[in-house]
């Protein structure tokens, strides 16, 4: 990418720390680009939001937009994937995959704004984040130009981001020192580096934010009941509400009983194996007590249709194709699933540990006259005679065969 004229607008997605808060004088000098800022809310803390409008502008922003994504995140990206129950790699719940796209999309729609022809971010060139917004903005705006000061510049280690930012006098919280990298939203929050660049070694205590140590966790169970319509939930303890209130309560529950918890070595998009650290307390509950809704409302096919394609659908999330035609297909698939995963669900909250316990639903598929071990007025025993002999044939013929060649 080359950027030449000058006066020419730029929307660089913002977090204000070490790296983005660098790349502003970066595009200002290399490029000569005015700067505009984005930078959305979507449950990260108010420590990490306070003062960020302030700092862009001393760092030598045009502008700085703030904007609250929270309701957005939860109704248009995670509620997706909780239908799809889409866990990458069977234990990464994609919190951070699934608040790229809704960042993205609203960095866009701020460049329209402004009237930028550049969008920047400060993904570096190992992780899968730079593919997960570039792939946005591609679909999204395709006219768009995009700078990734992390495959030009100069600058490769965290050493060499501290002295320019002091040769220039820009305030960093970050420090040569700092231990862990971290990303935080309402779904989640995860953790890498530090001592967790080797899976040979424990995750220290010190890493857990969210969580209490499950030995440390109340010694009493916690019993919940979550309600959903349509594959989403809706009420707490028959209590409705708004998504963000309703995970914010989860978390707050599920992280004093040490739920959520997992540490994984995931195979990254580009190529390399990563350690990563997760918490993600609220999403787990809630992952739980849809799993067993589920088997409760949807038949038997549908629900292994849905168990083999949910591993795609992480996939396309994990890898940024969010606003793939693909997804976009599959989220219709989903939708028409779950139409009837309407109910409540039971869970117990006890060290570490989320089960469900029981499940109602008004389109519940369960008969207790068609399971019953006793009398039941819709099947006959006998029935199962033909039944059982015709799905065996298959292989009682190809048993006798092989007999008879000695095989």
Same mark, same amino acid.
């Given at each position: ?34 700067? #505009? ?14 003062? +960020? ?27 997706? %994937? ?17 608040? *790229? ?27 899968? &984040? ?8 591609? %679909?999204?705006?395709? @006219? ?13 280690? *965290? ?13 960093? !919280? ?7 990298? /971290? ?22 205590? &010190?890493?857990?934010? $969210? ?13 919940? !009941? $979550? ?9 707490? @303890? ?53 799993? !067993? +809704? ?26 940024? /194709?969010?606003?793939?035609?693909? /997804? ?11 139409? #009837? ?22 389109? =519940?598929?369960?008969?207790? @006259? ?10 006959? #025993?006998? &029935? =199962? /005679? ?22």
């Amino acid at each position: 990418m080359t950027a030449q004229a000058n006066n020419q607008r730029v929307v660089l997605a913002y977090s204000g720390g070490l790296d983005t808060s660098i790349i502003i004088p970066y595009l200002r000098e290399r490029y000569g680009l005015e700067v #505009h800022c984005y930078a959305g809310d979507v449950g990260q803390g108010a420590g990490e939001l306070a003062g +960020l409008e302030d700092k862009a502008r001393r760092t030598g922003a045009a502008s700085c937009r703030i904007a609250d994504l929270r309701d957005e995140f939860l109704r248009g990206y995670v509620w997706p %994937c909780l239908r799809a129950m889409a866990v990458y790699e069977g234990r990464y719940l994609l919190g951070t995959s699934m608040a *790229r796209p809704v960042l993205a999309k609203g960095q866009v729609e701020y460049a329209k704004e402004v009237g930028a022809r550049f969008v920047a971010h400060g993904c570096t060139g190992k992780g899968n &984040d730079q593919v997960r917004f570039e792939l946005a903005y591609m %679909c999204l705006d395709p @006219d768009l130009e995009i700078i990734a000061p992390w495959r030009d510049w100069d600058i490769r280690s *965290r050493e060499d981001a501290l002295d320019y930012a002091a040769a220039r006098g820009i305030e960093v !919280t970050a420090s040569r020192t700092k231990i862990y990298s /971290r990303d935080r939203n309402l779904w989640h929050i995860s953790h890498e580096g530090g001592a967790l660049e080797d899976p040979g070694n424990a995750p220290p205590e &010190d890493v857990w934010m $969210l969580t209490t140590a499950p030995e440390r966790a109340p010694n009493e169970p916690y019993i919940l !009941t $979550l309600g959903f319509e349509r594959g989403v939930p809706v009420s707490l @303890d028959g209590k409705e509400l708004e998504p963000v209130a309703l995970i914010e309560s989860l978390n707050e529950l599920g992280g004093t009983h040490g739920i959520g918890r997992v540490d994984i070595t995931e195979n990254r998009l580009v190529g390399m194996k990563s350690r990563g650290v997760y918490e993600t307390p609220g999403g787990t509950i809630v992952l739980e007590a849809l799993r !067993t +809704l589920r088997s409760l409302t949807i038949e038997r096919d549908t629900l292994r249709a849905a168990e083999k394609l949910a591993i795609d659908y992480a996939d396309l999330v994990y890898t940024g /194709r969010w606003f793939h035609p693909l /997804r976009e297909a599959l989220d219709a698939f989903f939708s028409r699933v779950t139409a #009837h995963v309407t109910g409540e669900v039971e869970v117990r909250l006890l060290k570490g540990q989320a089960t469900a316990i029981a499940a109602c639903s008004p389109f =519940s598929l369960y008969s207790e @006259d068609l399971a019953t071990f006793g009398a039941s007025v819709g099947v006959d #025993h006998a &029935d =199962s /005679r033909g039944f059982v002999k015709l799905y065996g044939l298959p292989g009682m013929v190809a048993a006798r065969v092989q007999r008879e060649f000695g095989s």
